[in-house]
């Protein structure tokens, strides 16, 4: 009989110490997503200001002095969004985001075309002399090779600064804009690369064939 209580009080202590380290799971798993979502939500004004940033490229392009603040502001915002866009990877790989966050992803993404867009507009108006660097990916199956690739340019570009704009983008999120993007370049794989919008790079490359295309 004493036997069998004590079985029972450490079945019992078993089952709370369980129950408690679920909860204290949920609770992290939900500190987390709600610090996900903190970033996403900052970005609200980032995204809206590269949105009036676009237009200003429009309507102030035949200015005299337009290139060189325009040129200035764009590398700097580049910094913002890559540094932004560093946090929230860390925070992805901690925990997968749940499906409540992927609107908010979407939104990042959209925010980055966006960032782009600016990019490529101001070359063509300004003869900017930077690198616009699109790294294609899967959100949803990423594989070994795309984390090697992802530091592979996360490195160049610590190497290259404001000389390379690194752009990442998914495939895979239910995006139009992107989905005429692949259809425009016929990107089918992942990873792949554009570079300038006029190099294409599929699978895996090193650093000193980016190299080749990316001067900086």
Known sequence: MVAQDVFWKAFVLTLIIFVIGVFIGMWIDN?????????????????????MQSLYYQIFRNSSNFCEPAIQENLRFSEKVYAEGLRIDEYEKVNKLAPSLIIDKRRYVLLKLQFWFNCIELKRNCNASYSNVVYFYSHYNTSMEENVHSAVLMDLKEKCGRGMMLIPLPIDLDIATIDIIKKQYNITVT??????????????????????????
């Open 31 to 51: 500190s987390r997503v709600e610090e996900v979502r903190e970033e996403y939500k900052g970005m609200e004004i980032s995204s809206n200001d590269a949105r």
């Open 191 to 216: 990873p792949t690369i554009l570079i300038d919008e006029r190099v294409k790079l599929e699978g895996l490359q090193s650093k000193t064939d980016l190299g080749e295309y990316v001067r900086c």
